[in-house]
């Protein structure tokens, strides 16, 4: 089968797993410490630049990394298409973008009615401990392949991202939503 139909991007180097490693333990690290520092009033403060309080903005965080798993169950199907499939399925979702701010920005609203801090860190190692087992287990050729997405949804959504840059994603939107926190610790 032609290289384009399955999506393969040629790579000249393979990706640092133990990078994307060390990330994802720096982030967990880093949301625990956040987590048991912070009073319920720091929790319930908003944050900078978002109308979410600290509580929320840190499950959205969370989140990031959750959502990360049905990503790449969407790469390993598109990326085995033409690349025209997954161009159209982003442009349907860059298409919906209204509806997918409010479930965006509605989720963690309720989330934390759920998810209380200790929950939050647990979810946090579970998810990432999966992620990093998932990585291990991926060959570079499938780290290679990718599909189009919808670039209006999130700022660190490319056009076309591979396997391994999804891998990368969800420490890029901590990493940017940390510094949007209001907690009384130096973030």
């Given at each position: 089968m032609p290289i384009e139909s399955w999506q393969a991007m040629e790579t000249t180097e393979p990706m640092d797993r133990q990078a994307v490693y060390e990330d994802y333990e720096r982030a967990r690290r880093t949301f625990h410490q956040l987590l048991e520092a912070a009073s319920a009033t720091d929790l319930a403060s908003p944050t900078s630049g978002t109308k979410w309080t600290n509580k929320q903005l840190l499950w959205h965080m969370l989140f990031g990394y959750m959502v990360v798993r049905a990503l790449l169950v969407l790469v390993r199907v598109f990326g085995r298409l033409p690349r025209g499939v997954s161009k159209?399925?982003?442009?349907?979702?860059?298409?919906?973008?209204?509806?997918?701010?409010?479930?965006?920005?509605?989720?963690?609203?309720?989330?934390?009615?759920?998810?209380?801090?200790?929950?939050?860190a647990a979810a946090f190692d579970h998810v990432t401990a999966s992620l990093q087992r998932r990585l291990a287990?991926?060959?570079?050729?499938?780290?290679?392949?990718?599909?189009?997405y919808p670039v209006?949804?999130?700022?660190?959504?490319?056009?076309?991202?591979?396997?391994?840059?999804?891998?990368?994603?969800?420490?890029?939107?901590?990493?940017f939503h940390l510094r949007q926190l209001t907690l009384d610790d130096d973030n």
């Open positions: 159209v399925f982003a442009r349907v979702l860059n298409a919906g973008t209204v509806p997918f701010d409010w479930v965006n920005y509605a989720g963690p609203c309720g989330a934390v009615k759920v998810y209380g801090s200790r929950r939050m287990s991926e060959s570079e050729a499938g780290l290679a392949r990718g599909m189009h209006r949804w999130d700022p660190f959504f490319k056009d076309f991202m591979t396997l391994a840059d999804i891998y990368r994603y969800p420490t890029q939107h901590f990493d």
